[in-house]
């Protein structure tokens, strides 16, 4: 069973920044594409990041592009999203997910349709 656990969510004031980590339980791990999503009170879970097996490609959603970095660590199974110039908008529980197509376009991977397994979700509060 794979598993992921998200860790370093937190509350931080505005413009400031916070970097989250995604510890995955698999063999497997540099063979797929991980992203991160969010989700805030009421809303759909959105996409925010994702990147390919071996990092060389990466996807960001316009809201976090130029503020958000995605990178990983295949030696040690991590995923990672630094988070800089974080705004109140970007108050959510944040997940990270394995992708569950193997050798897929990098676009493929901005829905959560792309994706077969999830953490749990770390809380991220921005306040003003």
């Known amino acids: 069973q794979v598993q992921l656990v998200e860790s370093g969510g937190g509350l931080v004031q505005a413009g400031g920044s916070l970097r989250l980590s995604c510890s995955v339980s698999?063999?497997?791990?540099?063979?797929?594409?991980m992203g991160w999503f969010r989700q805030a009170p009421g809303n759909d879970r959105e996409f925010v990041a994702a990147?390919?097996?071996?990092?060389?490609?990466?996807l960001y959603s316009n809201s976090v592009k130029g503020r958000f970095t995605i990178s990983r660590d295949n030696a040690k199974n991590t995923v990672y999203l630094q988070m800089n110039s974080l705004k109140p908008e970007d108050t959510a529980v944040y997940f990270c997910?394995?992708?569950?197509?193997?050798?897929?376009?990098?676009?493929?991977?901005?829905?959560?349709?792309?994706?077969?397994?999830w953490g749990q979700g770390t809380q991220v509060t921005v306040s003003s």
């Open positions: 997910a394995r992708g569950s197509i193997i050798g897929a376009s990098i676009y493929t991977y901005g829905t959560s349709r792309a994706y077969n397994y």
């Open positions: 698999e063999r497997t791990f540099s063979t797929y594409t």
């Open positions: 990147i390919s097996s071996n990092g060389g490609s990466t």
